[in-house]
């Protein structure tokens, strides 16, 4: 068909150049002319330069595959109808202003794999209708303001793997129509944030193989009709600030092969408008759960080859779209059926290339086997050894009660646990903990709190409850909850623990440093931060006892002092002689000068 066709094209031009002689200003030697399609063909001829004498009313002329240098100002004046122009490889390192002068109908311009190395301005002036640019595979260093300010109906500038160490800041003024643009494997060494801010129509922007390490907040400011960005091979990415992608209204977004720890959940957050997902190639771990819920049109998420050990309960709870999950190649276990909004309406998941542990938690999925799309990927089992290496697609219906199954959690030890000891000890509560899959432990205390593993009191890697320092406050019951996809157990413990007496207190009554705690650890104990005074009941009583002890004391002190006093004065009379004036009714004939005195003897 092709060849006919070509053979066909062949007889028509030679007719027409050799028989008719039609065509207005001929062909140049070595090239093939098709005017009925109005096509100069010079791809591959050898040519160190552009030729002469092309029919005016060429619409497609390919100068591709050639040893062309440069091209000259003005060099395609005459060609008034050019809608396509192919430079591509060639050996081109200059382009003179306005080189392209006079195309006022080019549409298509390829200078692809080239040497240009600088761009001067005033190069592209007329190409005022020009749709598509494609500088790929140059060593263009920099992208000067103004350079592609004429192109106003410019679509497409395709810029990939280009040495740009810089894009000026109004580089892009002008390209008002611009809706793709590529940059692919350039020096960047940050977002060229205000050159992006010009281009208010750019729809897609592909931005790869760059050695950029931050996405700083307002990074892609001024682009509300972005709807896809893709973000791919920037090993060096390893934080996307939590506005960076603020002012997008993205629906689809692609962040690969970058260094992305975790899933930028704050960042994503506003893109209620995501259909489209793909985190591949991320060393994220976990997908957490309930974080990813105001994403609510989203429908594919692909995390494939990152390496994902754990997709949460809740994971895409509120993503009532949700049809695709890929996560192939990563080191899930399982993926329980609680991570999803709802699992009905999910079409495509891509499960394999997992360590997938074959219990009841993936029943869900082996039950489903026929109807979801695997993408050709059948998930198969790494354990128990018993169905090793099987796809679930082998697994008849007989088989799956025997083999999905979970054994409920169980807590082994059931003795019951309790502790009467005094403040300052550390206790130890275990919780050992049986089941199929192994169950995870949770302490909860009597408040309801949930028990970390750091703290005074904490959860030890094995289970256990550490109480470090008991205080008189942390007395009351702990409940130990063991849980796996197949069923709970729970234990409860209690702990009592009797305040003693501070040492300091009794020789240090009355100073306030003595509230200070005798052991570091416990300074930040609730109840000392909440006392409001530095004094409690206990040391109050024994200060009151202490002080009405001494006060007794120095009375008797004061007693004692006073006897050794008066005894050492020997002189003095040990009488003392009180006169007093006896009542008139006392004795009738009472005038005698004895009658109105006594004496009393002191000791
Ligand atoms: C331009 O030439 C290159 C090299 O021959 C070729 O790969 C490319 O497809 C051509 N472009 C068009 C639009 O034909
Ligand atoms: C751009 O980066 C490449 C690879 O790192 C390097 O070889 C090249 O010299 C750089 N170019 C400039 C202009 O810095
Ligand atoms: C990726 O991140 C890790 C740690 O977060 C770091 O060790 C590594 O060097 C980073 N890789 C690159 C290419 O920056
Ligand atoms: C965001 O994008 C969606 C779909 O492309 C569109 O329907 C919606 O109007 C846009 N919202 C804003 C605020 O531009
Ligand atoms: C899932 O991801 C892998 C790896 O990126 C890719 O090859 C595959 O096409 C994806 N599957 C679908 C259904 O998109
Ligand atoms: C748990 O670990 C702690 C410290 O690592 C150890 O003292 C304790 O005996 C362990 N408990 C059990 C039940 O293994
Ligand atoms: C186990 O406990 C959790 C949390 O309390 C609960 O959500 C879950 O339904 C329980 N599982 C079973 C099988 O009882
Ligand atoms: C308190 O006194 C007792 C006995 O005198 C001693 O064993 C204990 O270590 C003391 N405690 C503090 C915190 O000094
Ligand atoms: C003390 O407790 C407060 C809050 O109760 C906490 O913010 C602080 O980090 C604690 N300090 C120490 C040393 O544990």
């Not at 240009?116 to 060593?139: A, C, H, M, T, Y």
């Not at 997938?356 to 790494?382: E, I």
């Not at 502790?419 to 130890?428: F, H, N, P, S, Y």
Request: proline share 5%; charged share 20%.
């Amino acid at each position: 068909m092709f060849v006919e066709s070509v053979v066909r094209w062949g007889l028509w031009s030679i007719l027409l150049q050799v028989g008719l002689g039609v065509s207005a200003g001929g062909c140049p030697p070595r090239c093939v002319c098709r005017p009925e399609a109005r096509e100069v063909i010079c791809s591959g001829k050898y040519l160190n330069s552009v030729p002469e004498g092309f029919s005016n009313d060429a619409r497609r002329l390919d100068l591709s595959r050639n040893r062309i240098k440069t091209v000259g100002r003005r060099q395609f004046s005459g060609l008034v109808q050019l809608q396509e122009l192919n430079l591509s490889d060639n050996l081109i390192s200059m382009i003179e202003v306005e080189a392209f002068l006079g195309l006022k109908n080019l549409r298509t311009l390829q200078i692809k794999n080239n040497r240009l190395k600088i761009l001067p301005v005033g190069v592209f002036s007329g190409l005022s209708s020009l749709r598509f640019l494609d500088l790929s595979q140059n060593e263009i260093l920099v992208f000067l303001d103004y350079t592609f300010k004429e192109m106003v109906n410019l679509q497409t500038l395709e810029a990939e793997e280009n040495d740009l160490v810089f894009i000026s800041q109004r580089a892009f003024f002008g390209l008002q129509n611009l809706q793709e643009l590529c940059l692919d494997r350039s020096n960047l060494t940050s977002i060229p944030t205000e050159a992006l801010s010009q281009l208010q129509s750019l729809t897609q922007l592909r931005m790869l193989r760059l050695i950029i390490s931050t996405m700083p907040n307002n990074a892609f400011r001024r682009l509300q009709r972005l709807q896809s960005l893709v973000i791919s091979n920037w090993p060096a990415l390893d934080n996307l600030a939590s506005n960076s992608l603020i002012g997008l209204n993205l629906t689809s977004l692609v962040i690969s092969s970058c260094n992305l720890s975790a899933v930028p959940y704050v960042a994503l957050r506003h893109l209620v408008y995501l259909h489209f997902l793909d985190l591949s190639y991320n060393p994220i771990t976990v997908i957490q759960g309930n974080l990813l819920g105001d994403l609510l049109r989203l429908q594919e998420l692909h995390l494939a080859g990152a390496s994902l050990i754990k997709i949460e309960p809740g994971a895409f709870r509120g993503l009532s779209f949700f049809r695709m999950l890929n996560v192939t190649s990563n080191q899930l276990t399982t993926l329980e059926e609680s991570a999803f909004h709802s699992v009905g309406n999910l079409q495509v998941l891509r499960l394999d290339g997992n360590p997938l542990a074959c219990d009841c938690r993936l029943l869900w999925v082996v039950r489903r086997r026929f109807r979801l799309n695997f993408d050709g990927h059948q998930p198969t089992c790494s354990s128990p050894d018993a169905v090793r290496q099987r796809e679930f697609r082998g697994f008849s219906e007989k088989e799956l009660p025997r083999i999905f199954t979970c054994r409920p959690a169980r807590i082994m030890d059931r003795r019951p646990q309790e502790a009467r000891v005094e403040e300052g000890t550390t206790v130890l509560f275990s919780c050992k903990a049986d089941g199929d899959p192994f169950p995870s432990i949770t302490w909860i205390s009597s408040h309801k709190n949930v028990i970390s593993p750091t703290g005074r009191v904490r959860v030890l890697p094995n289970g256990t409850l550490e109480v470090r320092f008991a205080q008189v406050q942390d007395s009351g019951t702990y409940q130990c909850l063991a849980g796996n996809a197949a069923g709970n157990d729970s234990l409860t413990v209690g702990l009592y623990v009797k305040g003693v007496p501070q040492n300091r207190s009794i020789p240090l009554f009355m100073d306030v440093s003595w509230t200070e705690p005798s052991n570091p650890q416990a300074a930040n104990s609730s109840a000392q931060m909440a006392k409001p005074f530095p004094f409690d009941v206990k040391t109050l009583i024994i200060a009151t006892t202490m002080g009405f002890l001494s006060f007794l004391s120095s009375v008797a002190i004061c007693f004692v002092f006073m006897f050794f006093w008066s005894q050492s004065k020997g002189q003095i009379k040990h009488t003392a002689t009180i006169d007093f004036v006896p009542r008139s009714s006392m004795g009738g004939g009472g005038d005698g000068g004895e009658g109105g005195r006594f004496t009393m003897k002191l000791i």
